[in-house]
């Protein structure tokens, strides 16, 4: 198995992107379980009866608690970025041009019409990542707009680090995937070549090992049915 192949076009933005991807999901866990957001309080820090009333908004006749989201959303995020690092480790690392053109690993991505490709996958679960974890990041941005407003400097890692963690995944990610269409070229008419090659390889070795087990059996057959009646014919 080769490590880090970055000889090509393809490699290298494979890499770029597995590296944006682990990148951005580590400042996604380290941003929903440390309580270093504002005051030294997180998504989980219990606040104080004003501000969860200020988190409680009335829309039509159901209360809806941004406190509760934020976390939903939080741990949405957070099991959604331990996937996509787990996915971004092995692209980085494992997959090299000879994994795309198996011949098993090309036949899905043709059904499938590219979405297996590893650089769509990861955009795909990035940009899931980065939008859950972006709704928890902006609704503990409403719930405590006053108090942000008032002093920045009460803003910890944490706030700052999620930040960047979702605009990593949900902003730079899609630009690194844009820049990769417009540079690389489309991979799909030579995996269908290669599809096309291998089938019509597969029905020769196919035809001509039938030939070969039908043959011998019917020349001898027919030997053993002249040779007699050439016997007859000479007396």
Known sequence: MKVLELGDSIGRFRFAQSCVGLAGCLCVCYAVWTPFWLRDGGLW???????????GDHIGGIVFNALEAERVFGVLSFLMAVS????CLV????WTSETVRSYSNTRSLLMAGQALYPTTLLLLTMACTGFFFLLSWSLFTYQHREEIRQDFSLLGSSYWLGALG??????????????EQCVVPDILPDLEKAVESWRVTSQ??????????????????????????RYMSAS
Do not use: M
Request: charged share 20%; aromatic share 12%.
């Open 45 to 55: 820090t219990e606040w104080n009866n004003t501000e969860h009333q200020q988190a």
């Open 84 to 87: 996509t690092a787990a996915l």
């Open 91 to 94: 692209f980085a690392l494992c």
């Open 166 to 179: 979702w605009a990593l995944l949900f902003v730079v990610e899609p630009v690194v995937f844009l820049a």
């Open 204 to 229: 020769r070795k196919f035809t001509h090992r039938s030939l070969s087990d039908g043959y011998h059996p019917a020349d001898s057959e027919n030997k053993n049915n002249i040779t007699p009646k």
